[in-house]
């Protein structure tokens, strides 16, 4: 054995026992510290779990008052419907509307029952709820007996009833306690994480000195567990909470955009029936004219030159009678708004020929733009429906007979110069009427829904109150100037879009094509006649077509056809749906060309029928020989192999 080795303290040596007993010490002082480390966690996460179950409680009770806010807001919005309507199923909504608030009171009061001031605002609550049912019920018997003046006279006074600011009043007032208490328990809630913090630091600074040295590594260890434990916690905590929010608000958006867009399609509905009487009215006078030169062309079918003038001139007429029901259906459709760049100036001048039909001949409409090119941002349908509430209720304040200009501009507004409009550019659409005009009674609650200055039945009083939630939701600003006797004048400031103005495809010039090769054609229609004309059509075209007035029986006709080069189909049919059809003969027939024939007036491209061409009704004899051609030559699957198919 060398010297060095026989230096080595043994343990049995006192140096050596004192180490020993000394790195004893240190571990127990080190497991003590993680004891108290583990403690203090525990204290802070039972802390935590004790904040987050007030946390979800206030929030249940604020969630469940605007929830019964909601639900109040309804129940009379239905009653209100009722009185006007005198429909029962509306009455009979509105008592389970009520019914409904009812039980969110009774849930509101077990909820807050451990909170005694809360406990008195429900009771409160719940007299005033009462009170308020004996009024709605009252008005809602009047309704039902059709005493339908008294019972909207106490509609009216219902609104200003007291016992409906104090329903309100009382939730503010349990929302805004339940809000304070919220605050008071995070604010505990976090102090205690803070103090419980503050003690894990120094136990965690103790450690430090006790394991320096031989267990330091271990105390990092330690340490690094407990810091990411409570880091896990806390995140979890945040999570946790920020997930319930996000999911409160997703529910309470989509209830928000359903009943919007609900309402927005009943104004959509509202302004179609203006436009019933006058489109009726140039409907006889199309069908007038298609009648009258098919009699005349009848007449004179020994002087060509004549019958093709009579033809061309009911040709024109049905062509206008289309374009006419294209416009009124997709003006009428129920879609998502679709925000794009849009002048001002060039869609009212479009719109002359609607509004002409929609206000009458004694109504003289005349249109100014102001600045060329400026652009707004909004949907297309929605602003049109806009301009046609104002050009109605004008028409109505002129009683029929007057003068409307419709003026499109643009200005430079400062900060709040209109309204609480922002610094910046803004065009400018101004309706003018000369019609009674307002007084300023009314001009105070013109924006209200549901109020109206017409006659019972004339109005439902959401046009004006709709253009407000328009321009608003375009982050605009709306005007009126108006007197009685001097007419009145509409203006909305929408923001200025500075994007790239949207440019329309020019329309492909309507060329003569070569007369395409004869084509084996199998024409599924279900309406008798739509079916004999198209056969006509293609007969005329020179090509060789097959009927079939049902899609379930196309199979079995193209098995016997044996060689097939097109099928024109029909989209929608009682039994089965042109693209349907399609697909169930996609195993046997890919290879051969598909021509979809569609009244529909919606914005239906190719790529909604499987990459296939579209042709809308009504379609001439051309319209009908391109899209053929357009058909044949669109890319489609290959031929199956005749000896594979053996």
């Not at 996460?45 to 249940?60: G, V």
């Not at 400031?493 to 994007?499: N, V």
């Amino acid at each position: 054995m060398s010297g060095n080795e026989g230096e080595a303290v043994a343990p049995g040596e006192p140096g050596g026992a004192w180490r020993t007993i000394m790195l004893v010490v240190m571990g127990l002082l080190g497991a003590l510290v993680l004891v108290a480390l583990m403690l203090t966690l525990n204290s802070a996460n039972n802390e935590r779990d004790r904040a987050l179950k007030l946390q979800t409680h206030s929030f249940e009770v604020m969630i469940l008052a605007r929830t019964l806010s909601g639900t109040i807001s309804g129940s009379e919005a239905s009653l209100g419907r009722y009185v006007i309507s005198g429909d029962k199923s509306l009455g009979r909504r509105f008592y389970d509307e009520w019914r409904v608030a009812g039980g969110q009171i009774a849930k509101l009061d077990r909820v807050t029952g451990d909170n005694p001031d809360q406990q008195k605002l429900t009771d409160a609550l719940q007299r005033s709820y009462e009170v308020r049912g004996k009024e709605l019920s009252l008005i809602a018997l009047s309704t039902n007996y059709h005493k339908n003046d008294q019972a909207l006279a106490r509609y009216y006074q219902a609104r200003e009833a007291a016992s409906l600011g104090q329903i309100n009043d009382l939730l503010d007032q349990i929302i805004a306690r339940e809000r304070s208490v919220l605050d008071a328990r995070t604010g505990e809630a976090l102090r205690s994480v803070a103090q419980s913090t503050r003690v894990a630091r120094v136990l965690g600074a103790f450690g430090i000195l006790i394991v320096l040295g031989a267990i330091v590594l271990g105390w990092m260890t330690v340490r690094a567990l407990g810091e990411r434990a409570a880091a896990n916690a806390e995140a979890e905590a945040e999570r946790q909470r920020a997930e319930d929010l996000e999911a409160a608000v997703a529910k309470a958006t989509e209830e928000l955009l359903e009943k919007e867009a609900r309402l927005r399609q009943v104004q959509k509905m509202e302004a179609v029936g203006q436009l019933t009487g006058g489109i009726a009215h140039d409907f006889n006078n199309m069908l007038a004219v298609v009648l009258g030169g098919l009699e005349l062309a009848r007449r004179n079918v020994v002087d060509p030159d004549q019958a093709r003038r009579h033809i061309d001139n009911a040709m024109e007429g049905a062509n206008r009678a289309a374009a006419l029901t294209r416009r009124l259906l997709a003006f009428s459709r129920e879609e998502a708004l679709k925000l794009e760049p849009i002048e001002p100036g060039p869609l009212v001048a479009g719109m002359s020929d609607l509004l002409d039909r929609t206000l009458g001949d004694a109504i003289t409409v005349t249109t100014d733009d102001a600045r060329d090119g400026w652009q707004i941002r909004a949907d297309r349908y929605q602003f049109e429906n806009v301009l046609l509430n104002l050009a109605v209720n004008a028409r109505d304040a002129m009683d029929g007979r007057g003068q409307l200009t419709i003026a499109t501009g643009g200005t430079v507004l400062a900060a709040e110069q209109v309204g609480t409009c922002p610094a910046g550019e803004y065009v400018t659409i101004a309706v003018t009427d000369t019609g009674c005009g307002m007084t300023p009674e009314v001009l105070e609650r013109v924006f209200e829904p549901f109020f109206t200055t017409k006659p019972v039945g004339k109005g439902t009083g959401l046009g004006l109150s709709q253009i407000f939630a328009f321009v608003r939701q375009a982050d605009g600003e709306i005007g009126i100037e108006s007197e009685p006797g001097q007419g009145t004048t509409v203006t909305l400031y929408l923001p200025r879009h500075m994007g790239a103005a949207i440019v329309e495809a020019p329309r492909e010039e309507q060329v003569d094509i070569a007369a395409a090769a004869a084509l084996d054609i199998l024409v599924v229609e279900d309406d008798s006649r739509v079916l004999t004309s198209t056969m006509a059509a293609l007969t005329e075209l020179g090509h060789r077509p097959l009927a079939c007035d049902d899609p379930l029986l196309a199979r079995a006709l193209l098995d016997r056809m044996g060689s097939i080069d097109l099928i024109v189909s029909d989209v929608l049919m009682p039994q089965q749906t042109g693209p349907e059809m399609v697909a169930s003969l996609a195993d046997s027939y890919a290879h051969v060309a598909v021509l979809y024939v569609t009244g529909y007036a919606g914005d239906a491209n190719e790529a909604a029928f499987g990459g296939r061409h579209v042709l809308r009704k009504p379609f001439t004899i051309s319209a009908l020989e391109r899209a053929i051609a357009a058909a044949v030559a669109a890319p489609r699957g290959t031929e199956p192999d005749s000896i594979a198919a053996e």
